[in-house]
C-alpha cells in the first residue's frame, strides 16, 4: 500500500485530455512538499515528466501539466498520443517516514 | 552527456548479499545526491535510500534499515547499494537516480537503466 495514492488505470482517445490524480496526507504533500511526476514506457527506466508541482523539464511537451492543491496534486495530458501509452507515477517527501515516497502508478491507455 | 550507468544482471541464493553499482559521467558527482529506487516485478517504484555524495549523509527507508548500506566513490564517480540477508520479495529492478542539491524541488533527474537483481536457490 502506497502513501500516496493513485488510479491504478485511466484510459482515453487520441486526442482527448486525461488527468491523473495523486493524493497524499499532512506529513507529505500538504506539509508543502513539492509533487514530481514520472513517466515508465514499456520495459524502460522512468523518467523525470514532471518537478516541483509544475515544471517540465527540457524536451516534455507542453501536453503535459500538472497542479497541487492541498493534500493533493493532478497530472494532465492533453491531444493525447498513442506513444503516451505509460505508467505514471507522482513522488514527494514525507516527513514521518524521513524519505521519499511513491504512488502506486497509474496506467494510461490510449484506447 | 549526463548519465548513470548501472552494473549488469545479478543471481543471489536467499541470505545472500548484492552490491550494485552506478556510474556517473557529464557530471561531477560530489555536486549531487543519488538515491535507489527498486521496482518488483509488475509492482511500482519503492525508494531504498540515498547518499549526499557532497557530504556523506545517508537516509533509508525504515522497511529496509539494517539491511541496506549506500556509498560513493568520489574518485571513480561512482554510487554503490549494498543489500544484506537478501529474501525472495527482494528480487526487483534496482535503479539509481540523480539527486539535485535542492532534490525537494527537483526531484530524481536522471535515471540509471536498471539493475536486475534476482534472489532464488
Known amino acids: 500500500q502506497s502513501v500516496l495514492t493513485q488510479p491504478p488505470s485511466v484510459s482515453g482517445a487520441p486526442g482527448q485530455r486525461v488527468t491523473i490524480s495523486c493524493t497524499g496526507s499532512?506529513?507529505?504533500?500538504?506539509?508543502?512538499?513539492?509533487v514530481h511526476w514520472y513517466q515508465q514506457l514499456p520495459g524502460t527506466a522512468p523518467k523525470l515528466l514532471i518537478y516541483?508541482?509544475?515544471n517540465r523539464p527540457s524536451g516534455v511537451p507542453d501536453r503535459f501539466s500538472s497542479s497541487k492543491s492541498g493534500t493533493s496534486a493532478s497530472l494532465a495530458i492533453t491531444g493525447l498520443q498513442a506513444e503516451d501509452e505509460a505508467d505514471y507515477y507522482c513522488q514527494s517527501f514525507d516527513t514521518s517516514l524521513s524519505g521519499s515516497v511513491f504512488g502506486g502508478g497509474t496506467k494510461l491507455t490510449v484506447l | 552527456q549526463v548519465q548513470l550507468a548501472q552494473s549488469g544482471a545479478e543471481v543471489k541464493p536467499p541470505g545472500a548479499s548484492v552490491k550494485v553499482s552506478c556510474k556517473a559521467s557529464?557530471?561531477?558527482?560530489?555536486?549531487?545526491?543519488i538515491s535507489w529506487v527498486r521496482q518488483a516485478p509488475g509492482q511500482g517504484l519503492e525508494w531504498m535510500g540515498w547518499?549526499?555524495?557532497?557530504?556523506?549523509?545517508?537516509n533509508y527507508a525504515q522497511k529496509l534499515q539494517g539491511r541496506v548500506t549506500v556509498t560513493t566513490d568520489p574518485s571513480t564517480s561512482t554510487a554503490y547499494v549494498e543489500l544484506r540477508s537478501l529474501r525472495s520479495d527482494d528480487t526487483a529492478v534496482y535503479y539509481c537516480?540523480?539527486?539535485?542539491?535542492?532534490?525537494?524541488?527537483?526531484?530524481?533527474?536522471?535515471w540509471g537503466q536498471g539493475t536486475t537483481v534476482t534472489v532464488s536457490s
Open positions: 557529464g557530471f561531477t558527482l560530489t555536486n549531487y545526491g
Open positions: 537516480t540523480r539527486l539535485p542539491r535542492n532534490y525537494y524541488y527537483y526531484g530524481m533527474d536522471v
Open positions: 547518499i549526499s555524495a557532497y557530504n556523506g549523509y545517508t
Open positions: 516541483g508541482n509544475s
Open positions: 499532512s506529513s507529505n504533500i500538504g506539509a508543502g512538499y513539492d
